[in-house]
């Protein structure tokens, strides 16, 4: 049977995908990127771009087009509310950041990485002999073989490329599901230039809100095996009765699992031999589910090491290790207590914010984020959170001993 021959291989075409695509280009080397899906594909998410996302965009693929985002097509902040009814509103620094329409962003992107895409074409498995990778992908029905000097795995949560390398990894991780529905608006006193989250243990563990196209969406996270229809109408019921948002029976509904956890407690996998694991296949995962910015820049590094290690033949794996512990430190930090107490990991003030309030509020939301953190105890993440946040603060670095 024909092979394909290439130097790269990358599997998944979505932002992380894109960062790692256009350095290797950028390098001259040739790049074959694998969809599953028929392009432009969907993509569940808020689309709500982060300072440094909107940054790497821009400076790496142009200025976006209006046809690439959603209305409104600008995002000033987020908005957290407590279950004491205090609410505190935080403009991003830099001002509004763009509204991703991620259908079309992530077509954008990889389109202006100026690597060939395979879509409609499943990555299934690949074998490394240390010299090279050999990888077997479907399209169709049809088996289709790529030989690469390197494959990276920018796949995203439920990640093939790593459980060919991990297979017993999606065992070891507590698993969530995040959905969220449609709903033409009645009545919405949310205000429509913020991304809304709630602090509230009751409702999930992970509940937003947003304006998009004139409709809002309301979502909410719970461990997998949660039913969505139960936990989305506590929380339409909830926002009706206190913030008095009145909507439409939902039209529309999607949903998908997550791998959240593995930055918290610095336990990322970075992939074995010349198979290479980045954006949130690696568990990048940023604040309030912000995972663009990280999966842009992760990719991006991912593609560097891989120059870097062709050019002084290194080991991929030592090269993308060492140079990936800038993402890590940044990633990690948005979850590290002493970083949020003594510094700002974020790209918002909340700090400024919650002392803006007065000292009654202030203790109130304090209390609420203490019972909202509790919903997690059963991870058992809050010594390794602890523990990884002294080491970061006593030697600069998180330990690279614990990442996979
Ligand atoms: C409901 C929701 C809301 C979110 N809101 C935000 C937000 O507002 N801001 C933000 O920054 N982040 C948000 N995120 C997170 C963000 O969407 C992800 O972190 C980010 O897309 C990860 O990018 P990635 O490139 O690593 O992987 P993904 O975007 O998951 O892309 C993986 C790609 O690989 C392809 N693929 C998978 N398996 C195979 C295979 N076997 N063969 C070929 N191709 C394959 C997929 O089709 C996909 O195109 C949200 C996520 C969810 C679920």
Not at 208 to 225: E, T, Y
Request: charged share 20%.
């Amino acid at each position: 049977m024909n092979e394909i021959i290439t130097d790269v291989v990358i599997v998944g075409s979505s932002l992380a995908a894109s960062g790692c695509a256009k350095r290797l280009v950028d390098a001259g080397f040739d790049v074959i990127v694998l969809e599953r899906h028929a392009l432009p594909r969907h993509k569940v998410c808020s689309g709500i771009l982060s300072p440094r996302g909107h940054r790497f965009l821009f400076e790496n693929f142009g200025p976006l087009p209006r046809e690439i985002l959603h209305e409104p097509t600008f995002c000033k902040g987020v908005t957290f509310h407590f279950p004491s009814m205090v609410s505190i509103p935080m403009d991003f620094f830099g001002g509004p950041t763009p509204h991703l329409n991620r259908q079309f962003s992530d077509y954008w992107a990889i389109k202006r990485s100026g690597a060939a895409v395979h879509e409609k074409t499943t990555f299934e498995s690949l074998q490394d002999d240390g010299k090279s990778v050999n990888i077997i992908a479907k399209k169709a029905g049809a088996e289709i073989r790529y030989k690469a000097r390197f494959v990276v795995g920018a796949d995203g949560p439920k990640s093939r490329v790593r459980h060919s390398v991990y297979p017993d990894y999606n065992k070891t991780i507590p698993w969530f599901m995040v959905g969220q529905k449609f709903q033409a608006v009645i009545e919405c006193p949310l205000d429509d230039d913020y991304f809304h989250f709630w602090f509230h243990p009751e409702l999930g563990y992970y509940t937003w809100s947003h304006a998009r196209n004139g409709r809002q969406i309301l979502g909410v996270g719970f461990p997998l095996g949660g039913n969505l229809h139960r936990y989305h109408a506590n929380v339409e019921e909830y926002v009706r009765n206190k913030h008095g948002v009145k909507l439409e029976k939902a039209e529309e509904l999607e949903g998908c699992s997550h791998n959240f956890g593995p930055s918290l407690i610095n336990r990322y996998v970075f992939g074995k031999g010349n198979v290479l694991i980045t954006g949130q296949a690696a568990g990048f995962f940023n604040m309030i589910a912000e995972g663009m910015s990280c999966a842009l820049h992760s990719g991006a590094i991912a593609g560097e090491s891989i120059v870097e290690a062709a050019q002084s033949n290194r080991p991929v794996q030592q090269v993308y290790r060492s140079l990936i512990a800038s993402e890590v430190r940044r990633c990690t930090d948005q979850w590290n207590p002493f970083r949020i107490i003594f510094s700002n990991p974020h790209e918002a003030d909340f700090k400024a914010a919650l002392f803006k309030l007065d000292k009654q509020d202030q203790k109130l939301v304090l209390k609420d984020i203490w019972r909202f953190l509790k919903i997690y105890a059963p991870y058992k993440w809050g010594r390794q959170i602890l523990s990884q946040s002294l080491i970061r603060e006593i030697n600069g670095e998180y330990l690279p001993s614990r990442w996979l």
